[in-house]
């Protein structure tokens, strides 16, 4: 029997998560579930290759993230002390705050990929490390 006490929610923070916000709430509160959410940040130096990249610049991006985010949890009823930004690799980032958390199901938005860029999506790569349940949410 399915026994969910803790859900992490990861975000991309597209126009899609608001919806799929309800959606996990709705999840939790049959199973008497907490739900953390997370979003990640991409690391600019290791994504994009660039070795000398202004701080400031991820900094900002992780105080934009805050404000979305911030404004997003409030819109569900969500505390914001549940919710963690992160900078780095997004799926070890989920992966790793997974582990953290020991929570017992990952929820994440679906994209819709060619068969290509599947291979190598956010998705598709939590579904086959994580050491929990996965669900993937469709629109």
């Known amino acids: 029997m399915l026994n969910y006490k803790s859900i992490l929610y990861a975000t991309n923070l597209d126009d899609s998560c608001k919806p799929a916000l309800t959606r996990v709430n709705e999840f939790a509160e049959k199973f ?3 739900v953390y959410i997370i979003h990640v940040v ?9 070795a000398a990249v202004d701080s400031q610049v991820e900094l900002s991006l992780v105080d934009t993230a805050r404000e979305k985010l911030d404004a997003l949890l409030k819109s569900v009823g969500i505390p914001s ?3 963690t930004i ?3 690799q997004v799926t070890s980032a989920i992966l790793d705050q997974a582990e953290e958390l020991k ?3 990952i929820m994440l ?3 819709t ?5 599947r291979m190598l999506s956010t998705e598709d790569n939590i579904v086959n ?8 949410l469709r629109d």
Do not use: L, M, R
């Open 109 to 111: 938005n679906g994209q």
């Open 32 to 34: 008497g579930a907490k």
């Open 113 to 117: 990929h060619n068969i290509f860029a």
């Open 129 to 136: 490390e994580a050491k929990c349940d996965v669900i993937v």
């Open 81 to 83: 002390d549940n919710a």
């Open 42 to 50: 991409k690391n600019i130096t290791s994504t994009y290759g660039f």
């Open 86 to 88: 992160s900078i780095g």
């Open 103 to 105: 929570v017992d199901v």
